[in-house]
């Protein structure tokens, strides 16, 4: 069972988080409002996956996925947001982002982008 | 969608109760059946093939039947069959007055007239309004607005969302262009770049907006309620930016803002386009270039 920490400032984004993947058999092992808390929590669970919401308060996905990226070269971490313009994706993938999905997603998209980044 | 607008001018004449008025929209509601069942109930589609429109349906922003022709599931003869014994909303709306012997064709028809001069709806914008066509609804109730092809494209997308998340009988009014605009409660988002746009939505109807974007029921509008509200606007302005940006218009989402205390925006010329969701009135605001001040 993959263990997954949800980084979101919205709480409907990680509830819906929530629900795909417990639908998906995943552990959600934690779950962060900005991109700080984001990444002092992944310091601490090193979970196996980490969705990243890119506009956050306080420090943005974008930022907090590089220092993750930084201190473990292995995360594996899924971009999600809303707006899915050619930069930011080409931005957070250049950034060490795994994948990439844009809101709304559902079990499927997030099945897809599951499976290609830890099988 | 139909319905929702001509029977609220029926009530409002005094043609039609509101409890009837009710009834019958309920009535509406209940009889449409979704094109993806229609055709698997034809046997025009396998089950796995309708989940996956459905599914393709709810990340990209198009209609169910447009997916299905576009994966070589149907063809045009056999959507143009489903879409007939789909119905048309307003011949059943319609159907629905004679049937429960509200009013006859002949009066159906005089009411119809005066409606759309109510209205100011020109013939066309009464037919886009007869087949459901979300777009030039939109377009007919801010016509008498000056705004911009990107403003109109946003107002656009926006309508179809709430249909496609919210409500698909959502009904909108004619829009008014003010300097000032003040509400209780308010999300508001900016998307900045090549140009700049101020867009939100206000008034109790956000909640309505929360409960179905998130499935849950809220009591108040709280800052779980704006979350959701806000949540809901994120994405489809997100979805707006990505949209332009394969256009070559590159702009970005700043957080959205939500102020549940009396708030005012002062600019020069707010867009303020109401509609009203299972009855509630919401707000949406939109500010293009210029500048603005949130007190």
């Known amino acids: ?119 | 969608m139909f319905g929702v607008y001509f029977g609220k001018y029926l009530t409002d004449i005094g043609v039609l109760t509101p409890d009837t008025y009710s009834e019958i929209i309920e009535k509406c509601r209940n009889n449409r059946i979704e094109v993806g069942v229609l055709a698997v109930n034809e046997g025009m589609l396998i089950d796995a093939q309708a989940n996956e429109v459905n599914f393709l349906q709810t990340m990209h922003d198009m209609k169910f039947g447009d997916i299905a022709l576009s994966m070589n599931y149907l063809t045009e003869e056999q959507l143009e069959e489903l879409l007939k014994k789909q119905g048309n909303g307003y011949l059943q709306f319609v159907q629905l007055l004679t049937d429960e012997g509200i009013l006859t064709l002949d009066e159906i028809q005089e009411h119809l007239n005066n409606f759309r001069k109510n209205e100011k709806l020109t013939i066309a914008e009464l037919d886009a309004l007869k087949r459901a066509d979300v777009d030039m609804v939109v377009s007919a109730y801010i016509k008498s607005a000056n705004v911009s092809d990107l403003v109109k494209e946003y107002l656009c997308l926006l309508g179809r969302n709430l249909i496609r998340f919210v409500d698909n009988r959502v009904r909108f009014e004619a829009c008014n262009i003010t300097d000032s605009y003040t509400a209780k409660c308010m999300i508001l988002q900016e998307m900045t770049g090549d140009t700049r746009i101020l867009a939100g939505i206000a008034d109790t109807g956000i909640t309505v907006v929360a409960e179905e974007y998130c499935e849950e029921d809220f009591y108040e509008i709280d800052e779980d309620c704006l979350d959701a509200a806000g949540e809901f606007l994120n994405v489809t302005n997100g979805e707006f930016l990505t949209k332009l940006s394969a256009n070559g218009t590159h702009m970005d989402l700043k957080l959205h803002g939500m102020y549940n205390t009396y708030t005012t925006i002062e600019a020069k010329d707010i867009l303020i386009l109401p509609c009203y969701l299972f009855g509630e009135r919401m707000d949406i605001i939109v500010c293009e270039g210029g500048r603005w001040e949130i007190n």
């Not at chain 1, 988080?17 to 900005?34: M, Q, S």
């Not at chain 1, 907090?64 to 930011?88: C, H, R, W, Y």
């Open chain 1, 1 to 119: 069972m993959a263990r997954v920490l949800i980084v979101d400032d919205s709480r409907t984004s990680r509830k819906i988080l929530r629900k795909v993947f417990e639908e998906l058999d995943c552990e959600i092992c934690g779950e962060a409002k900005n991109g700080q808390e984001g990444y002092d929590l992944y310091k601490e669970l090193q979970p196996d996956l980490v969705t990243m919401d890119i506009t956050m308060p306080v420090l943005d996905g974008v930022s907090a996925l590089k220092m993750i990226k930084t201190d473990f070269p292995e995360a594996k971490v899924l971009m999600v947001s809303a707006a899915g313009q050619q930069k930011n994706v080409l931005e957070a993938i250049k950034s060490g982002a795994s994948e990439f999905i844009s809101k709304p997603f559902n079990v499927e998209a997030v099945k897809q982008a599951l499976n290609s980044i830890l099988i």
